[in-house]
């Protein structure tokens, strides 16, 4: 027998999980440890979802789950990992390879970002929420976001151009 809030919680894990897990791909750049991610959050707003659906934006509460899930998991000592400056598998030829490895460049560049910046890069491209809604997901004003944002492209612009070759910088 379900109940009323058995489904509406199913509801919004079919309109809403997808996205998520998307949202969750971004932030820590991985997709198994994302699902995972998400799948723990789903799990402990199952537990609570009368008082999450009582908020005015219950999307914006999951989210915000997401975040701190994914900042948690980086903070477990197991959970480290080592970055090497480039992949074991030799690049496939082609134009598809060119794109794919401009693709994991960039990732590269955005993961040296701090999570703060690379929260706001994924609520505001990604999700393509406005200021005030991501200041709300991140419990700040949207002048802080909007300085997040500022500062993480203007560092992404920097390490790019840095990493061009000689005579290509513009």
């Known amino acids: 027998m379900t109940t009323a809030v058995d489904a509406a919680f199913e509801a919004y894990v079919e309109a809403r999980g997808a996205a998520l897990v998307r949202f969750a791909v971004v932030l820590t750049g991985d997709d198994h440890r994302a699902e995972d991610i998400v799948q ?81 890069l994924a609520l505001r491209y990604y999700e393509d929420l406005d200021d005030d809604t991501i200041a709300s997901i991140l419990h700040c004003s949207p002048v802080t976001v909007r300085v997040h944002a500022l500062r993480a492209l203007t560092a992404l612009r920097e390490r790019f151009a840095a990493g061009l070759p000689s005579g290509e910088e513009q």
């Open 40 to 120: 723990d959050v789903l799990a402990k707003a199952y537990l609570k979802w009368n008082r999450i659906v009582r908020v005015e934006l219950p999307d914006v509460y999951i989210r915000r789950m997401v975040i701190n899930a994914s900042r948690s998991w980086w903070r477990r000592p197991t959970n480290r990992e080592t970055p090497v400056e480039r992949s074991p598998e030799p690049a496939a030829g082609g134009d598809l390879s060119t794109r794919i490895a401009e693709r994991d460049s960039m990732w590269r560049l955005i993961t040296t970002l701090s999570a703060r910046q690379r929260a706001v």
